[in-house]
């Protein structure tokens, strides 16, 4: 089994990164989710062990000094952290993993995986990106402007990633998503491990 490639795909809360993944896994069945650990709350329609592994402080601790997360970080408050075993045996097993992470746990991953590919997706104005956080009628205005900051703190990263997308049109977004996850596994070495014969035949 040829390893799967590790994908790292960021934005700013409300540009539109879940809906995104979530198109994209259901367009290619060889992608898999990574389902992170988080100690805050479930929002409304949000299920435990489908969207995130949801524990309290002590669990996420626990977990944390044994060393079973490949990255973790404090968000909004609230800790993350990434499974190593299920990230690995995903790879493991021929998958290409996506984890929704934020720049801060984009640098962990990179110490750990040098080859992962990241990916960051921005809204197409900050007005959009305000709008998009209110029209989800989960957070105060408090809250909103909460995020509004965090966003332009994350999207200064935006330089140390691969590749760039903004979500202005969904679909022409989500096509650049595919594009990128098919272009690696076109890359000379991949098709090399997958198709040995047919080009030692043809070379």
Known sequence: MIPGNLFIITAASGAGKTSLVNALLTKDGQVRLSISHTTRAPRPGEENGVHYHFVNETKFAEILNAGGFLESASVHGARYGTSQVAVESALTAGFDVILEIDWQGAVQIRQTYPQAISVFILPPSIETLAERLSRRGQDSADVIA???????EEMRHVAEFDYVTINDDFDAALQDLLAIVRAQRLK???????????????T
């Not at 991949?190 to 014969?197: F, G, K, L, P, V």
Request: glycine share 0%; no cysteine; proline share 0%.
């Open 188 to 202: 000379l070495q991949t098709q090399i491990q997958r198709h040995t014969a047919l080009i030692k035949e043809l």
């Open 146 to 152: 909460m995020r509004l900051a965090a966003a332009r």
